[in-house]
């Protein structure tokens, strides 16, 4: 089966940078997804890395070292719309490249 | 393109009763899915479909069936509900590396 971890939890304050940390045990792994997903609304794409490195899209950068078995999402210069809840999702081989999604993370950006 | 669109967005079941969740999408995807999120926790994959006519079991089947006669359309029934299946229901659709979930629906059943 697949198992990741992330921290439930991240505070932090506007303009700050934050690090959401997600390891991941799988059999077969394919590639790292991260999700944003706003209170009560739906889960909403940020990234996807299949390749060691860093991707980055404005803000948010997405880093996975597959060796390490270890990615991370970076929120840069954080905005009071950031605060949400952050998913990270693995694609395994061995699970006929469905995605397995970990618990989440909450961050929360205060003034 | 109005991407993927679910009904209802709200419902309450009496213990026993049956209900379908409505999930369709425009854009046209092979792949479709169904989750449940219970509250604080991440998505588990109730079913799964790769094209019209094709569908499969995900982590948390039970209590579920599911069709696929349509691409557009993948609609998840619950025959019998009980007080466990309470949660928020994701529909979405992929081409490849990314998942376009629809609005959800909410459940109680009580």
């Known amino acids: 089966g697949q198992s990741l971890e992330q921290p439930s939890e991240v505070t932090a304050v506007e303009g700050a940078i934050v690090q959401i940390n997600c390891t991941y045990q799988t059999s077969g792994f394919y590639g790292l997804s991260w999700y944003q997903q706003h209170d009560g609304g739906a889960p909403t794409f940020l990234s996807y890395n299949a390749l060691d490195g860093l991707e980055e899209t404005g803000r948010f950068s997405s880093f996975l070292s597959r060796s390490d078995s270890y990615g991370y999402l970076l929120l840069q210069e954080l905005q009071m719309k950031d605060s949400a809840s952050y998913f990270c999702a693995v694609r395994d081989r061995s699970n006929d490249y469905k995605l397995s999604f970990g618990a989440g993370t909450t961050v929360t950006v205060r003034a | 393109n109005a991407g993927v669109t679910q009904t209802p967005k709200f419902r309450i079941l009496k213990i026993g009763q049956s209900m379908t969740l409505q999930c369709t999408q425009d854009?046209?995807?092979?792949?479709m899915y169904w989750y449940r999120q219970d509250p604080g926790m991440g998505l588990k994959l109730i079913y799964y479909?790769?094209?019209?006519?094709?569908?499969d079991k995900g982590e948390v089947p039970n209590g579920y069936n599911v069709s696929r006669s349509t691409t557009e359309d993948f609609p998840l029934r619950l025959e019998l509900a009980a007080p466990s299946q309470t949660s928020v229901y994701f529909c979405?659709?992929?081409?490849?590396?990314?998942?376009?979930f629809g609005p959800g629906t909410r459940l109680t059943v009580l």
């Open positions: 479909s790769v094209g019209a006519g094709i569908t």
């Open positions: 979405a659709s992929s081409t490849s590396d990314e998942q376009f």
């Open positions: 854009m046209n995807h092979n792949y």
